[in-house]
């Protein structure tokens, strides 16, 4: 157990500190469940790998419980469930039957131990990635479930990597510790709100002059279009998500982390991955090559940017007094 100045009471499950406030309303079900998961002093002898706080339906589960009943010595049986939830819908079919880990391809420079934050890292594959271009990651997630797998898969991979329950909105790392914040497919299943105080976050534990890299949908993506017409524009309930506008992106990042700018990161939905085509079954490969070519291409033609449906937003801090009044003004 670990004990704040604010005498909030953290407790330690398996080596993974739990660091989620009880006393706020929480973003997604998971963070609950962890809660009520690690309230107890026997929870981790009835389910020692918190299948319960996974978010996945039933059948889900109960097939990771089946796998981990026989053994199964390839893919982590938490990771072979949990693709379909981290990569989209592209990726169902491989739900149970995954073969390799699908960690992708990380789009900043190799450095060497630079210190990144990866916001929402679920099973870790974006800290393998940075990982391998020479950061050193540290992965932060509600759900005790996936964290706890995340370590098993860098323990199986060599990767040196750290892991903490915790929530976007409240770090629990001290002001500028980072070089990067990296959040892939997260802030977008926010409420705009909470998503802006969670960037007021980033920005606080980003060191002067670091960096923040984060996916965020385009409201003006075909696929994006076309799931808000499915739900008649509708306000977005519960962890349906958020869609943004490239402008909106610009004025809210720009307030609240830094000067920024938005590149591509896939067409026809959110999640798609070129390092990842080998793993699909034909027809979905062939939407995996189309959305890199017109990547590719988007480098050329900036216009392209504003109709793609997943896009990254890169901020650079300046400094770190300023800013931290400011978002926190914004936020």
Known sequence: MLRCAGNHRYPIVDGIPVMLLDEVLQTIGIANTTLMATSGSTINEVDPYFVETLGLSQEEKQGIRDKLGAGNSGVDAVVQYL????????YQYLIGNLGAYPVPEFRLQSTSGKLLLDVGCSWGR?????????????????????VLAARRVADK?????SFVVGDARY??????SFDVVFSYSVLQHFSKPDARVALGEVRRVLRDRGSSLIQMPNQFGIR?????????????????VRYWSPAELMTVFT???????????????LGVQASDAHLLPPRFRA??????????LSNKRGWMCRFAD?????????SVGTRIEEAAAHA
Request: hydrophobic share 40%.
């Open 157 to 161: 991979l060599g990767v040196a990597a």
């Open 83 to 90: 693709v379909g939830a981290t990569s989209g819908r592209l």
């Open 126 to 146: 974006w800290c393998f990635a940075a990982a391998r271009k020479g950061y050193i990651p540290i992965g932060i997630d509600p759900s005790l479930g996936a």
């Open 255 to 269: 307030q609240l982390v830094g000067e920024t700018s938005l590149s591509v990161d896939g067409y026809f939905g």
């Open 310 to 318: 997943s896009l990254y937003v890169t901020s650079a801090c300046d």
């Open 287 to 296: 939407v995996v090559i189309l959305s890199e070519f017109l990547r590719r």
């Open 224 to 240: 994006s279009l076309w799931n808000c017409v499915r739900r008649g524009f509708r306000e977005p309930r519960s962890f349906e």
């Open 171 to 176: 770090l629990p790392f001290e002001t500028g």
